[in-house]
């Protein structure tokens, strides 16, 4: 009997700026809207939306680790391609940078309750800074 399903996923996360990831996979973990997602090979495809968080791949014994930002997923049978706003590998990450801008984020938030606009905004910078410093939390583990 032939096996149907395919050996391994082609992974691809993009950016607006740049090429993230290309990669051949064994699995995905993708954070989206509605919680993570597991991916295999052979995947029923579906597309979703994609909340803050940290992407997971699994090459062989290795893991990656990639935060994400907001955006979509495509994934098929043997592929998955990631489209956010942004992502940063989580060897890419400045803690020290994540740190201030969560710091910053935090303060706003506790002095400035005047505009929506501006507490959605600090919100999310909020949500990307914790994002950042649990996804880097991983390559420390």
Request: aromatic share 6%; with cysteine; net charge negative.
């Amino acid at each position: 009997m032939v096996d149907m399903f395919p050996a391994y996923i082609q992974l691809q996360i993009v950016t607006p700026e740049r090429e993230v990831a290309e990669e051949e996979v064994d699995e995905v973990s993708i954070p989206g809207k509605e919680g993570y997602l597991g991916v295999l090979p052979g995947h029923a495809p579906l597309i979703t939306e994609l909340q803050s968080g940290t992407l997971t791949y699994r090459q062989n014994t290795s893991e990656h680790y990639v935060a994400i930002h907001w955006g979509f997923a495509e994934v098929l049978s043997d592929r998955v391609i990631v489209l956010a706003e942004s992502a940063e590998r989580a060897e890419e990450i400045d803690i020290e940078q994540a740190e201030r801008d969560r710091d910053e984020a935090e303060q706003y938030l506790k002095t400035n309750p005047e505009s929506e606009t501006d507490i959605q905004k600090a919100r999310k910078e909020l949500v990307r800074a914790v994002c950042r410093l649990e996804t880097a939390q991983h390559m420390r583990s």
